[in-house]
């Protein structure tokens, strides 16, 4: 599995950004897609995930505020991010993990085999 994530950039506080991760080398269809960030001298954190049929799930810093989404045909993933604060400043990296019904959480950085390079994403006020 290879994952391209881009889309980041800076943006004053209030604005908003569209972070897109490009999925190839298996099927997409199989595949939980998930949104975590890391800011600098912290943890990787989870934002978002989106099951293969669309069901998400959110971080409650971003819930309202971030929409996670994927285009099946189009094997990408998207992040919509609205009213952003300069607490949202971040490296931002998609992740996926095979689909399973019950398996492990979708919030754990362990859960994921397969990461993107980072976009960074810069929010001023």
């Known amino acids: 599995v290879q994952l391209q994530a881009s889309g980041g950039g800076l943006v004053q506080a209030g604005n908003s950004l569209r972070l897109s991760c490009r999925f190839s080398g298996r099927s997409f269809n199989n595949y939980n897609m998930a949104w975590f960030r890391q800011a600098p001298g912290k943890e990787r954190m989870f934002v978002a995930a989106v099951r293969p049929k669309g069901d998400t799930l959110y971080a409650d810093s971003v819930k309202g505020r971030f929409t996670c989404s994927r285009d099946n045909a189009e094997n990408t993933a998207f992040l919509q991010m609205t009213n952003l604060e300069p607490e949202d400043t971040a490296v931002y990296f998609c992740?996926?993990?095979?689909?399973?019904?019950?398996?492990?959480?979708?919030?754990?950085?362990?859960?994921?085999?397969?990461w993107g390079q980072g976009t960074l994403v810069t929010v001023s006020s």
């Open positions: 992740a996926a993990a095979w689909f399973e019904p019950f398996g492990s959480s979708l919030r754990l950085v362990s859960t994921y085999r397969n």
